[in-house]
């Protein structure tokens, strides 16, 4: 199983967020570039990077994330609001390994399609969920999208991945949400990336058992910085 540790972005510092909320979040790092190394250290498989200003509307940190990926030993893969080609292919021009794509995705399937044509087996697509339902707009509005519908359309699109998260997880450090992630890698044949609520060892080893199931990585941020587990200890979990 893989891990991605986690770099979020906001106004050029490295952040987490609790729940998805904006006004939650927690400064980790000033500058995200000298925390690279410790998140890349001990064979972890790609640096999971999202640019919260974009996904709020706001300026992409473009130059932030270029320094980013010349400087990460592993793959990187991006999101935060890409709801345009010209972005997707400024990333991938710039090394970045995979788009990830969320809102539009589920809002207009044809980009999707269009883009896992143009660039095949690079676009992931992020479901975000709240009780079993997708969220848009860097998780501000809930729709009535189901999330299991929602990821069966995008593997039909041919999406590489599928990142799940489950809203109310994401940052808390209490557990992900084993039943609603086992229900939706079950529903697809496209790898599912499980993300939100990682705090130990322990969480870890529990989403291991769902391997079979369809889960084949996992993204940890908050635990990673408050030092409740490292690296080295995720993978050995995973094992």
């Not at 972890?44 to 706001?58: K, T, W």
């Not at 058992?209 to 995973?238: M, N, P, Q, S, W």
């Amino acid at each position: 199983m893989k891990f991605f540790p986690a770099l979020d972005l906001m106004h050029g510092k490295a952040v987490r967020l609790e729940a998805g909320r904006r006004m939650s979040a927690t400064i980790f790092h000033e500058n995200p570039i000298q925390i690279i190394p410790a998140l890349t250290s001990d064979g972890a498989d790609r640096l999971h990077v999202v640019d919260l200003d974009g996904a709020f509307g706001e300026p992409r940190q473009l130059q932030l994330l270029q320094t980013i990926i010349r400087n990460s030993p592993i793959p990187v893969q991006v999101g935060g609001g890409i709801r345009d080609e010209d972005t997707v292919q400024h990333l991938l021009n710039a090394g970045v390994q995979y788009v990830i794509v969320g809102t539009k995705a589920v809002t207009a399937p044809h980009f999707l399609h269009d883009l896992c044509i143009e660039y095949p087996r690079h676009i992931i697509v992020s479901i975000d969920a709240k009780d079993g339902r997708v969220a848009l707009n860097g998780w501000a509005k809930v729709t009535g999208h189901d999330a299991i519908e929602a990821a069966q359309h995008c593997e039909r699109d041919g999406a590489e991945a599928i990142v799940y998260t489950d809203i109310a997880k994401d940052g808390m450090m209490n557990g992900f949400n084993v039943d609603a992630t086992r229900n939706l890698a079950k529903a697809v044949k496209t790898p599912v990336f499980a993300s939100g609520g990682v705090s130990s060892a322990a969480d870890l080893a529990a989403l291991k058992g769902l391997e079979a199931d369809g889960v084949a990585g996992c993204i940890v941020g908050r635990a990673l910085y408050e030092g409740t587990l490292t690296v080295k200890d995720a993978l050995k979990a995973l094992a």
